[in-house]
């Protein structure tokens, strides 16, 4: 079956330490995505890349990086400066402009 | 700037009841509009879109949505309400004049269908 794939399902950083977070799909999509979860909240964009070798900052990308070097995907650092990683991460997939986003079913990260 | 409300936080419905999820938005032109339903610890699944036609769009699990230009809502609904229908919903916008494929998210309704 096609779909995305997010692991580990449950993350825990310690003080100082960066944690990656992975995501792949095998829909043979263009466009990715990592959002933000927050309890009782939205999604916030954190980065997305509608091709390879190629990404761009979404509205939160303060602390985190990403890489694009395969199409299928697209893994998220969540480095030492980001000082709030507390959250429910979720990776998406898109392809065309009147597409749904395909969801993986997120990581949930943790502070030690 | 562009946005999404979805103006209720909670939404409470017995079952079999009709329900509705409401969703307004504000954005320039005519948007490419989605629904998308999110169960504890799951990822979002899309349940339908509206890209252009008939304004009533069916989904799934027999979901609906009635898109009204006049008003610039896309409201959700349902007519008989199901125990397993409780979950949050979220509507998204994607201006068809944008040149990337970001959504404008709204902030989400927990629909809670008491039996």
């Known amino acids: 079956d096609g779909g995305i794939t997010q692991s580990p399902k449950y993350l825990f950083r310690k003080e100082g330490q960066n944690v990656t977070l992975s995501c792949e799909q095998n829909l043979n999509h263009d466009a990715m995505y990592w959002y933000r979860q927050d309890p009782g909240q939205g999604l916030r964009l954190i980065y997305y890349?509608?091709?390879?070798?190629?990404?761009q900052k979404g509205d939160i990308a303060e602390g985190y990086s990403v890489s694009r070097e395969k199409k299928e995907s697209f893994p998220l650092t969540v480095t030492s400066a980001q000082k709030n990683p507390t959250a429910f991460y979720l990776c998406?997939?898109?392809?065309?402009?009147?597409?749904?986003?395909?969801f993986g079913d997120g990581t949930r990260l943790s502070i030690l | 700037a562009q946005s999404v409300a979805q103006p209720e936080d909670q939404v409470n419905v017995a079952e079999g009841n009709p329900l509705t999820v409401k969703c307004t938005y504000s954005v320039s032109g005519n948007p490419y509009l989605f629904w998308y339903v999110q169960y504890p610890n799951r990822g979002l699944q899309f349940l339908l879109k509206?890209?252009?036609?008939d304004n009533l769009v069916k989904g799934s699990y027999g979901f609906e949505a009635e898109f009204n230009k006049s008003q610039t809502s896309f409201h959700l609904k349902k007519p008989s309400a199901l125990v397993s229908d409780s979950a949050l919903y979220f509507c998204?916008?994607?201006?068809?004049?944008?040149?990337?494929?970001?959504?404008?998210w709204g902030a989400g309704t927990k629909l809670i269908i008491k039996p």
């Open positions: 998204a916008v994607r201006p068809r004049e944008d040149s990337n494929y970001q959504l404008i």
């Open positions: 509206y890209i252009t036609g």
């Open positions: 998406a997939s898109s392809d065309g402009y009147n597409q749904p986003q395909h």
């Open positions: 890349s509608q091709i390879v070798n190629d990404f």
